[in-house]
């Protein structure tokens, strides 16, 4: 599993063909949830609320990386890292 991005102890990961819709992971100690692209609505898993504000700050700034390493990942198996959250 790739891992796209790493930010304050969270780290993003992308599955190769993975079902639809477009998402990531978000991985936190020993918690994980999933995130939509497009609506970067939480749509499995949990996280501690400080820790999905960050991860959604961070998707916010980046959803078009997010959506193109999406459509890599599937088309090429290729990525590109997206920076951390600054």
């Known amino acids: ?3 796209i991005s790493r930010f ?3 780290t993003i990961t992308m599955y190769f063909n993975d079902h639809l819709p477009p998402h990531f ?3 936190y100690n020993d918690e994980e949830a999933s995130f939509e692209i497009e609506t970067l609505s939480k749509i ?3 996280l501690p609320p400080r ?3 960050f991860v959604i ?3 916010s700034q980046h959803q078009k990386e997010l959506m ?3 459509d890599l990942l599937n088309k090429k198996g290729t ?3 997206v920076p951390p959250l600054v």
């Open 8 to 10: 304050l102890g969270i």
């Open 79 to 81: 990525f590109n890292k």
């Open 25 to 27: 992971h978000a991985n």
């Open 1 to 3: 599993m790739p891992e």
């Open 68 to 70: 193109a390493n999406w």
């Open 57 to 59: 700050e961070w998707a």
């Open 44 to 46: 499995a898993g949990s």
């Open 51 to 53: 820790i999905t504000g």
